[in-house]
C-alpha cells in the first residue's frame, strides 16, 4: 500500500520535473479529445468555436483534455480560456441559428464568422466531411486577411468587425440567409458590404461544380468585403469607383490562381469567360492592339456596368498601382469611399492627370506582362 502510495509519488515527481518528458503528451500537458476525428485537434486550435464539438462532454468543445500522467498550469489555464471563448461564442452566434430555425455548422475565427452547410465536397483528389471542410474554409479565408493585410499594409485596428461568410446547399436557406443577414436577397452570391461585412452563397454543384471555383468565388467576393469595410465602411463600388472595387477582387483570384473568372454583376451565373480567364496575357493583347478600354470610361462605371474588357482593365490598373505603392493605393480606396472622382484622387495622391496614368499603366504592362 504504502510502496504504491510512493510509486505514485515517485511517478509525479518524475513528470514534474522539467527534464523528463511525459510519455502520454510529452510534456505539452493536454492530449486530442478522443470523441473526435484525430486530426481535427491541432485545426480545432485555429478557431475560437466550432459548433461540430461545442457540445461534447469530454473536451468542451476545445478539442483537446487535460493529460491527466503530467501537470502543467499553462495549458490547463489555456484549456480554461478556450471552454470559456466556446461558451461565450456560442451565446453570441445563437441568432444564426434562430433566424435559420434550426442549428447551422458554422466556426468563429479571429476575424470572420463562417457557417459552412455542404456536407461533402472533394477537394484536390480527396472527398472531404463537413466538419474537415468547415475548419478549411475557416483556414483558407484567414490567409485570405492576412494577406491582404500585408499586401496592402492595413491594420488589425482599420476593421471593427468581423467577416460573415456563409456557404448554403440548398437554394431556400441562401435566400433565408441573404435576406436575414445581408438585407436582400439574389439568386447569386449576396453581399453586404460595409458594415456588418456579409456574404451568403449556394454552394451546390449547380452553381460550382468543383471545390476551386468555389473556392475562387469565395475569395473574390470577401477580397470585396475586406476592402468595404477598412477604416470607412462603405461600398464604393455603387459610386464610380467599380473598377478599384472590382479590380482588386479580381486581384486576389490572380494572385491565387493567375485565373479571373468571378463576375459580380447580374449575369454572374452564365458562366461568362473573358480570354480564357487569364487576364495579363488578354491585357497585353488590349494593350498592343491599341483595344484597352479608355481609362476616362473604365472610371465612370459603377461595379454593375463595367464590362468585361473593362473589368480586365480594372484588374490590371489595381495591379499596377499596388505594384507601385500599395500604401497610396489604399488611401486612393478611402477617397474613392467618400465618392471623390478618380481623375481628382489620383491627381490629389500621384500627381498625376488621367492620361498620364494610362501612359504610365501601359509601359507597366508591356514591360512586366506575359506575351503568352
Ligand atoms: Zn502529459
Ligand atoms: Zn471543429
Ligand atoms: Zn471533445
Ligand atoms: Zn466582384
Redesign the pocket.
Known sequence: MIAAALLALAALHA?QDPAVV?K??????R?PCAEHEKDMAAREDGVLFCSVIADCQACGGAGWVD????D?ADAQAKLQLKRASVESRRAALSYIDKDMDRAIRKCETEHYVIGWELDRLKVGKKFLEAHELLHLQAERMETLYKDFRRDLRVKDEDFKEKFRVFVWTFPDDHRRASGAFCGATAPGGMKKMGTQPTYSVCGSRQNFNSDELLHRNLVHNVAHLILSAHIHPEWMGRYKAGWLDEGLAHWYEDKYWDVCDTYCYQEQNTNVDFKGGRWRLAVRQMVEKGESPAAAGVFEQTSDSLSLAQNAAAFSYVDYLIYHDPEKFMRLSLQLKKKIPTRDALKEIYGYGVMEFEGLWKSHVLATYPKR
Open positions: 513528470a511525459c502520454k503528451c510529452t510534456s505539452v500537458g492530449l493529460c491527466a500522467s503530467c502543467n
